[in-house]
């Protein structure tokens, strides 16, 4: 099976009931180490909503973005993955505190797709722009949107300042957790995802905004049905040098 990640965005949907901190907490010191310990995961990394940012970003809505490392994305089927829930069942205090509380985005990618910076290492990324998109389904509006990134978006995004690597993925699965209730949402999730990081002391903004004005970027943008675009900060990361044997 391909490699890919299990992509996490979350968001408190009660916040008379949960404070950040108390999320963040529970997430970073729990719950990402209890995915880790398996053997389908050997990294993640956590993210958070810049400060500045577009009015309708998607990390405004969903302000924490969890991306886990999955050298085999088939791992999603196994018995270690599916049973994970039961066997270990959230406590009644933790349902109360923390998933009645929350909506948890989770989604599976198979990647399609690796761009990087000859000189620079994604352990110096300090940004990442996370871009989900549903083209059109027809067969022609797929193909040209896979050939915009190809041999234009990606290459431009190369040359920008910062630049570290751009990775694009296609959906498997997509599921939600709102409020303790579980969903599929497949048919609802863009079906593509692309995930540029940056280094740097900002985002390069005003290169990133060119980037989408081109002719063929106009085209292609002006027919995509749903776009979810999200600009966070790196933030706590869970190395494969660290936690790559944990599972094993």
Known sequence: MPQGILWVSSRIVRPENLAPETLIEWYENTHIQEVLALPGAPSAA???ALKTQPEKAYSKEAPW?????MPDI????SDDFTGIADRNPPSPQLMDSIYKNTHFEMRFYEQIQVVESPTASSDSAKFLVSAAMHPASDPASLADFDKWYREEHLPLLSRLPGFVRS???EIASATVLNQAQFGDVLEKAPRYLALHE???KELPWEELAKSRETV????VLGSVERVEMGYYAAGRVY???EWGNVGK
Request: aromatic share 24%; net charge positive.
């Open 46 to 48: 956590r993210y958070e």
């Open 65 to 69: 973005l969890t991306l886990y490392d």
């Open 74 to 77: 088939g791992f999603r089927n």
């Open 167 to 169: 990775r694009r993925f």
């Open 198 to 200: 940056f280094s740097g």
């Open 216 to 219: 063929w970027a106009k085209g």
């Open 239 to 241: 190395p494969e040098s």
